[in-house]
């Protein structure tokens, strides 16, 4: 069946990095756009990167533009967000998800994606 499992959570103080991990198995990964979301307590799933199948295109958020980094390992079936330059406002639970397009307006909008994992919490905290 279907598996995203994310991993490469944690605590972490402000200006520090962590770099998660997303495993994908049981559909074909590198038709996909593979996208991270977040979500903060009492907020709703918000967009964070996307990568599109082959890796050349990419999309960011405002917020994280310049700080984070994704990409994908189609070889592995593995996707990455390297995140840098931390702040309290980056906490939350973090989710990869598979999106069967790439066309802008589908990438940021978490109701377009097929498959989510089951998520990993960032904390940034002092």
């Known amino acids: 069946q279907v598996q995203l499992v994310e991993s490469g959570g944690g605590l972490v103080q402000p200006g520090g990095s962590l770099n998660l991990s997303c495993a994908a198995a049981?559909?074909?990964?590198?038709?996909?756009?593979m996208g991270w979301f977040r979500q903060a307590p009492g907020k709703e799933r918000e967009f964070v990167a996307a990568i599109s199948w082959s890796g050349v295109n990419i999309h960011y958020s405002d917020s994280v533009m310049g700080r984070f980094t994704i990409s994908r390992d189609n070889t592995k079936l593995k996707v990455f967000l390297q995140m840098n330059s931390l702040t309290p406002e980056d906490t939350g639970v973090y989710y990869c998800?598979?999106?069967?397009?790439?066309?802008?307006?589908?990438?940021?909008?978490?109701?377009?994606?097929?498959?989510w994992g089951q998520g990993t919490q960032v904390t940034v905290s002092s």
């Open positions: 049981g559909f074909t990964f590198d038709d996909y756009t």
């Open positions: 998800g598979a999106c069967a397009t790439y066309k802008r307006s589908w990438i940021v909008t978490a109701s377009f994606y097929d498959y």
